[in-house]
Nanobody, 123 residues
Framework: QVQLVESGGGLVQAGGSLRLSCVAS????????MGWFRQAPGKEREFVAA????????MYADSVKGRFIISRDNTKNTVYLQMNILHPEDTAVYYC????????????????WGQGTQVTVSS
């Protein structure tokens, strides 16, 4: 069983930045591919970014490409999402997820999920 705990959410003005963190426990972190997803009120959960086990490969949703950066520190069992140039439409609950297979943008590929952290971007 893998436990994921996100932190770093909050209220920020448009154009600002936030960094989310997700600490994993319960399994060797370097065996997990990791992803970030988000869900805005009234909308379905959507893919944001993913990173492979070593951190060498990443992928992003088009809506965040060039603004968000996903990274990981396997010595700290932590994955990060650096969010820059935030827009009001980035407002959502952000979820960290773990995948024991290859990194993916498909929700169905992720087995373990955190409880989410709220990000609110004011205009």
């Amino acid at each position: 069983q893998v436990q994921l705990v996100e932190s770093g959410g909050g209220l920020v003005q448009a154009g600002g930045s936030l960094r989310l963190s997700c600490v994993a426990s319960g399994r060797t972190f370097s065996t997990l591919s990791m992803g970030w997803f988000r869900q805005a009120p009234g909308k379905e959960r959507e893919f944001v970014a993913a990173i492979n086990r070593s951190g060498r490969y990443t992928m992003y949703a088009d809506s965040v490409k060039g603004r968000f950066i996903i990274s990981r520190d396997n010595t700290k069992n932590t994955v990060y999402l650096q969010m820059n140039i935030l827009h009001p439409e980035d407002t959502a609950v952000y979820y960290c997820a773990a995948n024991m297979n290859g990194y993916s943008q498909a929700i169905r590929d992720y087995t373990y999920w955190g409880q989410g952290t709220q990000v609110t971007v004011s205009s």
